[in-house]
């Protein structure tokens, strides 16, 4: 490959220590730039887009994120035994590790990124906080000290308070408590989380401001000391204080307001002479703004920015990294039209955003003008527990904020993900809100809309009668054979009835079988007909009434999983219930008898509170399960005494692996 120069240093080859969709992104660019790259993975990632897009590509041994992604001796060994000139973090995992930054320049190698000083300083939210009070930069009344000194102080500030890991990020290791005894157990938590992934224990608290906005600003700033700051994003739209959905500008802010919020943001890039790309946070509250803290890595939505401006920030990165000068002045940088980003997460939201691991059986992604994609899952794949559970970014750019609104939902409710849960439906229903729709939102907005799923006027809600038509027209067994399923249904009889399980629920639907492209149900005495347009080995388009309706599908073990407008459902017959689904139908919240609580998804147990003997109330926590980068409680669903606990500090399970056997009965 021809080598390349850039600015005053040489590059030719670059290893990206990082995986999934950003690693394909900035491959994207490099590849553009004429620089070779080379991937790293896990044993897990071994089938990953990132890897088989890199020119090279080097397994890292070890099975734990410690012994891998986060192994940074390994990193800097691979990097010299490549012969790369550079490394390239992404975000997460080494991005904001000062450590990481003096190893990999040490070594003579290009961190394509900022200076070490600066990524530990920064990286310490309370210190951080202090910059910027001194800066005259506004931020929230707060505290950081021992956990005596913390329980002090909350009780100046007064409740709710928010905890948070002082080496924090990307929404990580960060808690509300509402009272004395949450904080307490808050304070175990968030020290414990903060040192799992971050390294250090070290937690401060602030005021909770209720119901703020999130806005962020991008900056870019070179060796010489001059700062470009690209607008504002607006990422109020978060659950478990993750953002979901992202966009460029943020709606309903003044000019005045943007200006304040880029003087600061330039104010404080300048004073630490920061280098490279990296994004400033701030919470509105009504017209006040306060500093929240600093990214210096790129950050995941950086998409947005990218669309609105038509700079290409890895590419600055990358320039800025070689000791190239910024070409370009503030007033040369403009802002065109509106752009709005949603993250696709393998999660359930109707289950308190509980992860969804397990195997992508069917991707489909849609393809237009104005979209942008940004993902490492091709057609099939696995999301794999060890990670944030996110798999594309969906990004749109129009002329107008509405215009992008509507594509980007048109857009969602044609993007095909077949075997995990997903939040798609639910990203439709936030950008659809009326709440959305007028700007109006804030940090608690999609934890209020999750109820909405449930509503009747929900644009994703589960239409069984089409459902149980399609399941109809796509069984291959559609005719009326000896052994197929019409001669089980009973096709002779004038209305049929099909027993199906529908999300495995039983639903029975009667219906006229005209011919196999043709059947009718009768709703409030009226005959609806349902005629197959046509269909492929995944996607099915049904007449209903006139109406026409795309259905995407995958038969996998019996069952037919559908997707349509942005709903999943799987479909399976049910000629007999046996005792394990009708239990399963019939569930009892009052536990009488035994009861074995299983794991709701694949994880790690990293604390168990409870042993046998002990009585256990409703909403206690039995224990906590790690997944996807997440802490989740599991507890008690009455009262009950607990007969046998079968995992341990420290183990990792399945998916249906039993956890905690609880008995009416004192054993």
């Avoid at 910027?132 to 009780?155: C, F, H, M, W």
Wanted: net charge neutral.
């Amino acid at each position: 490959m021809e080598k390349t120069m850039i600015g005053t240093k040489r590059i030719n080859k670059v290893l990206v220590t990082n995986r999934g969709e950003i690693a394909t992104r900035i491959f994207s660019t490099l590849h553009q730039m004429g620089i070779a790259t080379v991937a790293v993975y896990s044993k897990q990632d071994k089938d990953s887009m990132h890897v088989k897009l890199a020119d090279e590509r080097y397994l890292l041994a070890g099975n734990g994120l410690a012994d891998t992604y986060l192994n940074i001796g390994q990193m800097v060994k691979i990097a010299l035994e490549c012969h790369a000139d550079a490394v390239h973090p992404g975000y997460g995992f080494l991005s904001e590790n000062p450590v990481f930054a003096k190893s990999v320049k040490d070594a003579g190698l290009l961190f394509i990124g900022p200076s070490e000083e600066v990524i530990r300083l920064m990286g310490n939210k309370s210190e951080a906080r202090n910059l910027a009070s001194q800066l005259g930069i506004p931020v929230i009344e707060g505290a950081y000290g021992n956990d005596a000194a913390l329980t002090k102080r909350a009780g100046k500030i007064g409740y709710p308070v928010m905890v948070k890991a002082a080496g924090g990020g990307g929404g990580k290791g960060m808690r509300v408590a509402n009272s004395v005894a949450e904080l307490q157990e808050m304070l175990e938590s968030t020290r414990r989380e903060a040192l799992n992934y971050f390294g250090n224990d070290e937690i401060y608290i602030e005021k909770y401001l209720h119901e703020p906005r999130h806005i962020e600003i991008q900056v870019l700033a070179d060796h010489t000391g001059h700062v470009l700051t690209l607008f504002e994003r607006e990422c109020s739209l978060q659950r478990r204080h993750q953002k979901i959905i992202e966009e460029a500008p943020a709606p309903n802010i003044s000019q005045s307001l943007r200006k304040k919020l880029m003087d600061s943001a330039r104010i404080l890039a300048e004073h630490i002479s920061y280098v490279s790309a990296g994004t400033i946070e701030f919470l509105l509250d009504g017209n006040n703004f306060y500093f929240l803290e600093m990214n210096t890595r790129i950050q995941v939505e950086h998409p947005v920015t990218e669309m609105i401006t038509g700079l290409d920030i890895v590419k600055e990165q990358i320039h800025i990294a070689t000791g190239r000068p910024l070409t370009l002045k503030q007033n040369q940088i403009n802002l065109h039209g509106h752009a709005i980003e949603a993250r696709i997460y393998a999660e359930n939201p109707a289950k308190g955003f509980l992860p969804s691991p397990g195997k992508v059986l069917f991707h489909k992604a849609p393809e237009g003008k104005g979209l942008r994609i940004d993902t490492a899952l091709g057609g099939q794949g696995e999301i794999s527990g060890m990670f944030d559970p996110m798999i594309s970014k969906v990004i749109f750019h129009a002329n107008s904020r509405e215009t992008a609104r509507k594509m980007l939902i048109q857009y969602l409710k044609d993007y095909v993900l077949l075997g995990v849960q997903t939040n798609i439906c639910f990203l439709i229903e936030l950008i659809g809100s009326e709440e959305f729709i007028k700007g109006n939102t804030h940090t608690g907005l999609a934890t209020k809309l999750v109820e909405s799923l449930n509503n009747s006027d929900a644009q994703c809600k589960t239409d069984k009668h089409l459902l149980a038509m399609a399941y109809m027209f796509a069984n291959p067994e559609n005719h009326a054979g000896v052994n197929s399923i019409w001669r089980q249904m009973g096709f002779w009889r004038l209305m049929p009835v099909a027993n199906l399980m529908i999300n495995k629920e039983l639903f029975q639907q009667k219906y006229l079988y005209h011919n196999d492209k043709h059947m009718s149900i009768m709703e409030s005495e009226q005959q609806i007909p349902y005629r197959l347009v046509d269909r492929d080995s995944h996607t099915m388009r049904i007449d209903v009434a006139g109406n026409i309706h795309t259905l995407y599908y995958h038969t996998v073990n019996g069952e037919i999983l559908f997707q349509h407008n942005g709903h999943t459902a799987t479909v399976s017959p049910s000629q007999h219930l046996g005792r394990d689904i009708l239990r399963e139908i019939n569930k009892n919240p009052v536990l009488e008898g035994e009861s074995l609580i299983k794991a709701p998804m694949h994880g790690t147990v990293i604390k168990v509170d409870v042993k046998p003997g002990d009585v256990v109330n409703k909403g206690d926590t039995l224990l906590v399960l790690e997944s996807m980068k997440m802490e989740n409680k599991i507890t008690a669903t009455a009262r009950a005494f607990v007969k046998k606990v079968h995992v341990s500090h420290g183990d990792m399970v399945a998916d249906n692996t039993p956890l905690i056997h609880l008995s009416d009965k004192l054993v």
